[in-house]
């Protein structure tokens, strides 16, 4: 789990250009001002590069929610 | 039948409500549904019976598309893709059908000097929100995130009363878990008692404020040519606060009919007045709408791309926002208002992109601006008439109320006039006093969703909404449609 977070932390830190950026389970786009639509449709695009994994659209709101998107992923990829 | 009736409170309401509970107390579940889905088929068809046949050929139809999309594909005639395409366009057709043809042929008309005839068929109430309500589903079913087996059910996920009309826009996964939870079968007090509560705010919301506001749009829309500079400002700015106590005022309705039922519907508004930027107003205003176009529209066509660039982000961001514009009406300024708004989205982007600042203040000035001024076109009935309020307001001429006239009388020398704004002096004055009242409810005060969030049952609750409530029975003689049930 740690594992997926730590690789979601590198794809934030990259999409939002903050070398400094930490996000734990309760981070929500609310948490972050630059997390909007764009952003977090290149946040999904990455992570499914990096798992080879594909979310429904039906999936990527709920997403908006670290937790829930560590969960998703792996659910997903094992 | 409207939220704002006396039928709809004191008689459709109760006895829904005393009809769905009852038949759960007594353990007939299955009962209970069709009792509400009946219900709701009854309140759908108070306006026209005509149109009942279509909701409900598009629910079979809808259901029965489904019901393939999640079976196993041996022995299909066809794959699921293409029953799913085939969904799509039906659902897309009807829409189509029922709300643009007679734009299409006019359009038609004007470039080819023909004159076909117009078809002139009235809209089907509800269309547009139980058409992407269902797009929505069969997305969801062909990718796997829903499978709806019981026909009961789903006619109760698009009928259930309260959203049908015009949303708040829900999903399945969200609605369905919380008809069969069994604490919701049984009465809740404390849901009774914040549903009452909501739904009284929202009442008042629309029978007290944009009703009041309602009459000087029509006045102002109407005498658009004539328009003096400050009669413009008084237009606009009365038809966008008419527009949000409108519309959110019915979503608190729904929200509080449904808490009745135990049911959590979806927020649609969060203080979209105090919106700083284009992206952050629409993530306030009709906030299930941006979903479904985001999840639905914007995100399918920037997938759509091999690699995901800004350039092509922005594209689909405006490609979205026309498609919005459009869904809202058939007609030109529904297409300049989305394209407006798209435009805006981008510059927005691009602004964040580029890592500028910009002052809260002013921030909220342009946005608010922005919003009040593309609520023109969004309100006219043609392009021209949204072009002579702008005229009025940026270069009309400029009149004061007749009672300065005494003590500003040198200001005539600069070609100032003095004369009755609004129709009568009476009708400027409340208007000047509501819009002000307005911004100080729509910029200061907590909105009712955070209200309903920390929501205790109180005395002093009961003292504040019993008079709001009597006021707003009291003013409803007049009973007036809400503006978003024309889209």
Request: hydrophobic share 50%; net charge neutral.
């Amino acid at each position: 789990m740690s594992n997926i977070k730590d690789k979601i932390q590198e794809i934030f830190r990259d999409i939002f250009d903050e070398e400094e950026l930490v996000i734990s389970e309760e981070t929500t786009a609310d948490d972050i001002e630059e997390w909007d639509s764009l952003n977090h449709i290149n946040i999904i695009s990455a992570i499914e590069k990096e798992y080879k994994i594909k979310f429904a659209l039906g999936e990527l709101q709920a997403m908006k929610d670290v937790g829930e998107m560590i969960h998703l992923i792996s659910v997903k990829s094992s | 039948m409207l939220f704002n009736s006396y039928t709809f409170i004191f008689f459709f309401l109760p006895v829904a409500f005393l009809g769905y509970f009852l038949l759960n107390y007594n353990k007939k579940v299955e009962g209970a549904k069709v009792w509400l889905v009946a219900s709701s088929l009854f309140f759908y068809s108070w306006w026209n019976v005509i149109y009942l046949p279509l909701i409900l050929l598009s629910v079979l139809l809808n259901y029965k598309l489904s019901r393939v999309l999640i079976e196993d594909e041996e022995g299909s005639l066809f794959t699921k893709k293409q029953y799913f395409v085939v969904g799509l366009v039906l659902n897309i057709s009807l829409l189509v059908y029922f709300k643009y043809m007679d734009f299409f042929i006019t359009n038609v008309n004007f470039i080819s000097g023909e004159n076909f005839e117009l078809w002139h068929l009235a809209l089907p109430l509800a269309i547009s929100f139980f058409t992407l309500q269902q797009i929505a589903f069969l997305v969801d079913s062909y990718e796997g995130l829903v499978k709806e087996k019981n026909f009961l059910d789903y006619s109760l996920f698009v009928t259930f009363f309260p959203q049908l009309i015009a949303g708040p826009i829900v999903h399945h996964q969200e609605m369905m878990p919380q008809f069969s939870r069994l604490k919701n079968k049984l009465f809740n007090y404390k849901n009774i008692a914040a549903g009452v509560f909501i739904f009284s705010i929202g009442l008042f919301k629309k029978v007290v404020i944009a009703d009041s506001f309602s009459k000087w749009v029509h006045h102002g829309f109407d005498h658009s040519q004539t328009l003096t500079l400050i009669e413009g400002w008084v237009t606009s700015l009365a038809y966008t606060f008419q527009i949000y106590f409108d519309f959110s005022g019915y979503t608190d309705m729904a929200i509080g009919a449904a808490l009745l039922f135990n049911i959590k519907l979806p927020q649609n508004f969060n203080s979209p007045y105090k919106a700083t930027g284009i992206i952050d107003y629409w993530q306030r205003w009709h906030m299930t709408l941006t979903i479904f176009i985001t999840t639905y529209v914007y995100t399918p066509i920037l997938r759509s791309f091999s690699k995901i660039t800004f350039f092509k982000a922005m594209f689909a961001t405006f490609a979205a926002m026309f498609i919005s514009g459009l869904w809202h009406g058939a007609g030109w300024t529904f297409i300049v208002w989305g394209s407006l708004h798209g435009f805006a989205l981008m510059i927005n982007h691009y602004w964040h992109k580029s890592k500028r600042k910009m002052s809260i203040f002013l921030a909220w000035f342009i946005t608010f601006n922005f919003v009040n001024i593309t609520g023109i076109f969004f309100r006219a009935e043609n392009l021209s008439q949204a072009k002579d309020i702008l005229q009025a307001m940026f270069t009309g001429n400029i009149m004061l109320p007749i009672q300065l006239e005494s003590r500003l009388v040198q200001l005539k020398t600069y070609g100032v006039t003095f004369g009755s704004l609004m129709g009568t002096s009476r009708d400027f004055a409340l208007a000047t006093i509501l819009i002000v009242i307005s911004f100080f409810i729509s910029l200061v005060l907590k909105n009712s969703n955070e209200k309903i969030e920390d929501f205790k049952p109180s005395f002093l609750v009961l003292l504040l909404i019993v008079p709001m409530f009597i006021y707003s029975i009291y003013n409803m003689q007049d009973v007036s449609e809400f503006l978003y049930f024309n889209f």
